[in-house]
């Protein structure tokens, strides 16, 4: 199983999310949320803490999960991928973009419906009005 770690970075209604490239392997030019794959032997809070930092250059504090979402994909030979969303009580540093991203921007929940997003979203946001 393959095991992602995202954070919800909100500033009043508006959420960061962030444009993967089109050399992605997996949902290239979709938006996504910060996050990533665990690195083997890593404990979750420590691999989103991580992918935060690399990913926006933003110092977090993890709070609850939000959600978990497990996937058949088709992709990886058929292995399941669990996303697991966590809150984020407090960011700080300055928000910087990684080279994984052409680009990162600040959006409502009605704005993230209208770009190509990867597939998380609809649940996350059904199940987190």
């Known amino acids: 199983m393959r095991l992602i ?20 392997v997996h949902f ?24 935060i930092k690399e990913e926006t250059n933003l110092d977090a504090k993890i709070g609850k999960v939000l959600g978990v979402y497990e996937f058949n994909w088709q992709i990886d030979n058929g292995e399941t991928t ?7 009580e407090s ?23 209208k770009l190509p997003i990867e597939p998380y979203f609809e649940p996350f946001f059904k199940d987190n009005p």
Not at 29 to 49: A, R, S, V, Y
Not at 82 to 88: D, E, G, K, L, N
């Open 5 to 24: 770690q995202k954070a919800i970075l909100k500033t009043g209604d508006k959420y960061l999310i962030q444009l993967r490239s089109e050399s992605t």
């Open 28 to 51: 290239p030019l979709h938006w996504d949320l910060p996050g990533g794959k665990l690195d083997d032997g890593e404990e979750p809070i420590d691999g989103i803490i991580r992918e």
């Open 82 to 88: 669990r996303v697991t969303i966590y809150s984020t």
């Open 91 to 113: 960011f700080t540093g300055e928000l910087k973009i990684s080279e994984e991203h052409l680009k990162q921007i600040w959006a409502t929940k009605e704005e993230i419906f």
